[in-house]
């Protein structure tokens, strides 16, 4: 669907101001220290300001026992000094947040709270990029950039996150811009400047949190593209040049990361330059994967896993002790799977041709599958070392994901019906079959999976006349889902 640029602009600027608005709320109201890690990252940004240096990792810093007597009392009055933990971290989001606790300090202001600030205005810069990340791969289909703006806009868990004293929504800012070049530079277009430029820019994202990996792998997947593209149109990116190019961009990074990396170096070894044999020693008390396996057994780890990912990717707030009402996250599960199964039928067209798509698209869509894919397996991975089911894991990623959800929801109202109204109903039967055998009907999740069957269908008949308009609806409620989860749960729960 296209839309006016005029009309474009006011949906995107009014996403903007819906996410300002709940993250203003979210940055004021939820108690501080009270978003996971907090008082770690503050400490490694106060050290940098108080002793002109970064600080160093050390035995002690992760105060298992402590932090529980933390939690416990809601960290009121209490002491975080010794919540040093985040220390081996990269120091680019706390070195700019030095010179605003400094300022803040200096005009005796709260730090923690114009450092969650800080983060905000961040996010909000992260949603333009996403949103012409997105925008420059569907250059037709603009509702589809406006609704993976709305998604990260009105999540409420990715909405924690970001207001966070955290590195992890500067992460999925240079993530968005890394991309965004990459997906604009194709492969007709490279050249050693903007090579050097993705070169600087990946840097950066390196600079910042490790789990921006991610960005190495998906410019390794553009230049692998570009020069499989090459076989097929001679002259578009031959092997020796795609080479050349990916040395110029690993270079550059590593020279402007090398500082960094010689400097941990002489402070952990030049066998643990990114410190994570030293952070493993650390938090060495966290539960292992392998005795937490060994205790409930491979069934019961799974079960866990899966259950816990996803709420925590909704929502649960604090340090992922504030769960919220079941029925809650059967309608955030319910919500998932239709867009789930609208997703699939989308890829489903997309393999039959049967979707008009250019090259460049094509393209973009195999880099963001990429990129899902990529943090996919890092989150995996650290769930074979710690037990870690944290769906926020999973947020670098959030501008794929967002879209995805989009994409699914958007065919459930546009395309055919069929497998949806299936899946619901079959839903529905399984629910009852279940209550029947286990003499406990679930009267509330029956009636509302089978609310699902009229909503698709009068759905698809206010798309036909408004296209957009079930979407819209869909964000508005997320936001109303966020606003309560702030005020009935975060509030109430975490205050001390």
Request: glycine share 8%; charged share 10%.
């Amino acid at each position: 669907m296209q839309l006016g640029r005029r009309t474009e602009t006011l949906v995107f600027l009014t996403v903007l101001l819906v996410y300002l608005v709940l993250g203003s709320l979210f940055a004021v109201k939820t108690p501080i220290w009270q978003v996971p890690d907090e008082p770690a990252h503050y400490n490694y940004i106060r050290y940098i300001a108080e002793n002109g240096a970064l600080p160093v990792l050390v035995e002690g810093d992760f105060p298992a026992e402590w932090l529980s007597v933390l939690k416990m009392f809601k960290f009121e009055g209490m002491s975080i000094d010794r919540v040093k933990y985040e220390s081996h971290q990269p120091p680019l989001y706390y070195l700019l947040g030095t010179p605003v606790y400094l300022l803040a300090t200096a005009l005796r202001l709260q730090p923690p709270l114009v450092l969650r600030f800080m983060s905000l205005i961040i996010g909000a810069v992260a949603l333009w990029f996403g949103y012409r990340l997105v925008r420059s791969i569907f250059p037709d289909e603009p509702l589809l950039a406006l609704g993976t703006a709305a998604f990260a806009a009105t999540l409420p868990m990715h909405l924690t996150m970001a207001i966070g004293i955290n590195n992890d929504v500067l992460a999925e800012l240079l993530l968005a811009i890394v991309v965004g070049q990459v997906v604009l530079t194709g492969s007709e277009t490279w050249s050693y400047k903007r090579a050097c430029l993705l070169g600087i820019l990946l840097a950066l994202a390196l600079l910042t949190k490790l789990q921006a990996y991610v960005a190495v792998v998906i410019i390794l997947a553009a230049l692998l593209w570009d020069y499989a593209a090459a076989r097929k149109a001679p002259g578009s990116l031959p092997f020796t040049r795609s080479l050349k190019l990916g040395l110029v961009i690993f270079g550059v990074a590593l020279l402007a990361v090398l500082p960094w990396l010689i400097r941990n170096a002489s402070v952990y070894g030049i066998t643990d330059i990114l410190a994570q044999q030293r952070q493993a020693e650390v938090a060495s008390s966290q539960l292992a994967t392998l005795t937490y396996i060994k205790q409930v057994g491979l069934r019961a780890y799974a079960v866990a896993f899966a259950t816990t990912t996803f709420k925590s990717f909704w929502g649960q707030f604090g340090w992922m002790g504030v769960v919220l009402h079941p029925r809650f996250y059967l309608a955030a599960l319910l919500l998932t799977g239709l867009a789930g199964t609208g997703f699939a039928v989308w890829i489903v067209r997309a393999l039959r041709h049967t979707i008009s798509a250019s090259a460049l698209t094509w393209r973009g869509i195999f880099l963001l599958a990429v990129w899902t894919l990529a943090t996919l397996a890092g989150f995996l991975w650290y769930n074979t070392h710690f037990v870690q089911f944290q769906g926020r894991y999973l947020f670098p990623a959030i501008v794929p994901i967002g879209l995805a959800f989009t994409l699914g929801t958007r065919e459930l109202f546009r395309g055919r019906q069929v497998g949806p109204l299936l899946a619901v109903g079959l839903v529905v039967v399984l629910l009852l079959i279940d209550g029947l055998v286990r003499k406990n009907l679930k009267v509330f999740s029956i009636v509302m999976s089978a609310a699902v069957i009229p909503l698709l269908l009068i759905g698809k008949q206010i798309e036909k006349r408004v296209p957009g308009l079930m979407l819209a609806g869909i964000y508005l409620m997320m936001s109303v889902y966020s606003l309560y989860c702030l005020f009935a749960y975060i509030v109430p729960e975490l205050t001390f």
